[in-house]
């Protein structure tokens, strides 16, 4: 168990549907990392906050958002789905803002329909 | 684009057999960061490298990063069935500090 939860486990949709996906790091870790990892793209960086703040952008689509509150949990909002979106998505935690080891949650697996 | 490619993709071996896995990068990197995935799990941190020319062991597992800290490797001595998973290397890439990871080996372990 590393210490980071997310909810939910598993998530089917339809296309077009919009989703959140929530995220709580480990205590005391203030950065959250976002990734998708899917069978054609490996493990994809999508977004990353610090203590609230966006902190780094990878291949995060303009339908995807994402935000990190007050608590330091983080929520991922994937909007207009497409068949493509479907996939595994995990959440990382680490101390710091770059640099160490980041701890990765259970994921989300998404399925759309 | 500048990427981490990871070789082989997938290995069988019998249990007993060793086990090597290799990553390279296009730039210098400033660290090499190792992961493991079991099947239906989530990426596990290993190890991180930062030296040119480091070596880590952990039990059966040995580590190195590269003279030039564009290569990294992962052997596993006399595997067993507790290995099996991916096996991720991920390393920051283009100035960025975010590890990029490769595409991963997974190792099949046949006891």
């Known amino acids: 168990d590393s210490g980071v939860t997310q909810t939910p486990k598993h998530l089917i949709t339809a296309t077009g549907q919009r989703v959140t996906l929530r995220c709580s790091p480990r205590?005391?870790?203030?950065?959250v990392y976002w990734y998708q990892q899917s069978l054609d793209q490996g493990l994809q960086f999508l977004i990353q906050?610090?203590?609230?703040?966006?902190?780094a952008k990878g291949n995060i689509l303009e339908r995807f958002s994402a935000q990190q509150f007050p608590d330091l949990h983080s929520e991922l909002n994937l909007s207009s789905l497409e068949l493509g979106d479907s996939a595994l998505y995990f959440c990382?935690?680490?101390?710091?803002?770059?640099?160490?080891?980041?701890?990765f949650g259970p994921g989300t697996r998404l399925t759309v329909t | 684009g500048q990427q981490v490619m990871q070789i082989p993709q997938y290995q069988h071996v019998q249990e007993g057999e060793d086990f090597t896995t290799y990553c390279n990068s296009s730039?210098?990197?400033?660290?090499i960061q190792w992961y493991k995935q079991r099947p239906g799990g989530h990426p596990v941190f290993l190890i991180q490298?930062?030296?040119?020319?480091e070596v880590k062991k952990q039990k059966r597992l040995t580590f190195q990063f590269g003279e030039a800290k564009k290569n990294s490797s992962l052997h596993i001595t006399a595997t067993q069935t507790t290995d099996v998973g991916t096996y991720f290397c991920?390393?920051?890439?283009?100035?960025?500090?975010?590890?990029?990871f490769g595409r991963g080996t997974s190792l099949i372990v046949h006891p």
């Open positions: 990382a935690s680490s101390k710091e803002g770059g640099h160490g080891e980041q701890y």
């Open positions: 205590s005391g870790d203030l950065s």
């Open positions: 490298l930062v030296k040119s020319g």
């Open positions: 730039t210098t990197l400033s660290n």
């Open positions: 991920a390393g920051p890439l283009g100035g960025s500090y975010i590890p990029t």
């Open positions: 906050y610090y203590n609230g703040e966006e902190r």
